[in-house]
Nanobody
Framework: QVQLVESGGGLVQPGGSLRLSCAAS????????MSWYRQTPGKERELVAT???????NYGDFVKGRFTISRDNAKNTVYLQMNSLKPEDTAVYYC???????????????WGRGTQVTVSS
């Protein structure tokens, strides 16, 4: 199967920056889109950013030029550079990959366990 492990979360002051990373491993045949989502208690998980294998990118409306998603296909890794962070960005950030394992002919969604981002003074 495919495992995703996020890193880079933590506590940061308003206006600060963080860089999240997510590495995919396991019996990977192919990875299509890789994405970041976030979720706060009592709210639905929302899309932060997504990037296709070819580099097409979409961001959630709230990003407004503050975040940048990128990926390294050779390393099966996706990154999220977050600048100008606000308290309302506080959430658990989850990595998602639309991928195919060597044991499955179909693509499926895989999720990491999440990394906490807290923006507070």
């Amino acid at each position: 199967q495919v495992q995703l492990v996020e890193s880079g979360g933590g506590l940061v002051q308003p206006g600060g920056s963080l860089r999240l990373s997510c590495a995919a491993s396991g019996t990977i045949s192919s990875i299509n889109a890789m994405s970041w989502y976030r979720q706060t208690p009592g709210k639905e998980r929302e899309l932060v950013a997504t990037i296709s294998r070819g580099g097409d990118i979409n961001y959630g409306d709230f990003v407004k030029g503050r975040f940048t998603i990128s990926r390294d296909n050779a390393k099966n890794t996706v990154y999220l550079q977050m600048n100008s962070l606000k308290p309302e960005d506080t959430a658990v950030y989850y990595c998602n990959a639309f991928a195919r394992s060597t044991y499955n002919l179909n693509y499926d969604n895989y999720w990491g366990r999440g990394t906490q981002v807290t923006v507070s003074s």
